[in-house]
């Protein structure tokens, strides 16, 4: 053997085989078979021995950190991959949002119904949409749009129908023809008139309505059908009692107040003379019997009213604007200067008094005037939540100076013709203003220019509807179709848009797509030259919540 030569150490096990290890519990030399077989270990009893050797609390410890770590390591990955989805899920719920939720998109579409001549919506609530179409009504979920019940009219009338519900059901009219029908379809009764009056009037939580017929002339003849007022018990189905007018008179407004009807007689016609004279009279009526409680005499004619409000009857008459009590004396009044328009505005216990020279606002129980305002109002107050008041109207253009001078000329001209302008330069020069007002003190709150649509109020705001064919007459006249905008979310719909109103979280109305170009002169009316539109239904578009 050489000197340098290495010492082979043979395994214990396998004498044949050089030793790659020594065992753990006894020391001997294995071979690199014993350790595939037993580990590092000689022999099973030494592998027994070391096991039973180890502390059987420091084992289970081991053995319970290595199951949290396995269990977290487990964790980890199912958060990681739940996050993962997660993220995917709110992409696709943002591009869905953004492409079908977003406000100011159709939410959904109530189709036409096939053979129905037409579609009107006569009624909303919270949650439900009323639509006629042709002799059966539909109620409508607000929200999604789809069909809660249908009842067929049992008559219908020939012409539009008003309806207006009740406890159990509705009851609609066209003017000649009343009908009640139950929320299950059933006809409780139909009442023909024989004629359509002009005029049908409701008191609110009051079961009866109150119909105005004017004179009838027949210029052949000369024959002459004197006006009369009926009254309908909405319950029973039939007439309560029916009067004509005064000899010389004929009905020519009709306003109710609870249990008390307010009847404006104007001066017959004077064939002789070629004219009709001014003047009348304003009579009291009670609503359930037909019985005249007053009479009082006027010497010429309204110039704004007769409306209820607040138990008072509101008019302008010979340049005051005057308070009347049920019993005919005067509550109070107040001057209207000379040459001032008459458009007035009532609501929320106010009265808006306009004039060329401003708005004037008047406690309404006691004519004490309170504040005003430089805006001319042009319709109802919209809103007031107790602090504020929402209120449409002509402003004058910002800038101030007076009229460009070109109309200034244009003016002159008019003058030098002998003609004057009354005031029509003045209101070319304005814009409508939507304002929102502090109740108490008048101070205007905010202002929107240029509101030129159809306004609605719900709890996200004041939502515009703006028809182009209707507003933009350079666009129709070079070729445009016009579509609907939605001004609160600057979305248009490019539908023939007829907003009905607000239910349900949506913007509610009557659709058609849209035929042909509007004319250049039919642009301003909205009207379509050689028009090929055809019937959607009815649409609900979503607004803000």
Sequence with gaps: MEPNAPVRTPCERHPRVTASAHCLQCGQPICRECVSAFGYFCGEACRAKSKSSVNVAERQAFEAEEALYAATARKARTIALAAAALVAVLIVLAILKWRYLAPGRVAWTWRWPPGAASVQIVGSTEDTVSVLAGDTLYVLDAAGGRERRRTKLAAHPEGDLELHATADGFVGTDGRTFLRQDAGGRLLYTLDLGAACDTVVYAPGFPAAWCLYEPDYDFRTGAVTPGRLLGVDLVAGREMWHAEAAPGMFPSRIVAAGTILYLVENTAYDAAAGQQPAGGNLVAIEARTGRRLWVSRLSEDLAWGPETAGGLLLMEYKGKFRAVAADGTEAWSVVVPAGDRSR????????????????????????????????QPDGDLLAADGTRLLLTGAAALAGGGGLPPGLNQAQDTLKDMGGGTGGLLKQFMRQRVLMALDRTTGKELWRASNVVGDLFVGKSGVIEVNDTSRTSAIQMMTGGRGYAIVRQFAAAVDLDFEPYGLAGGRLVGVA??????????????????????????????????
């Design 344 to 375: 007035h505005v009532v609501g929320e216990g106010l009265v808006f008094i306009e004039g060329e020279s401003g708005t004037h606002v008047y406690e309404l129980a006691s004519g004490r005037r309170l504040w005003s305002v430089s805006v």
């Design 512 to 545: 058609r797509t849209r035929g042909g170009t509007v004319g250049a002169l039919a642009a301003a009316h909205g009207d379509r030259a050689g028009g090929t539109s055809r019937p959607v239904g009815v649409i609900g578009i979503r607004i803000r919540k």
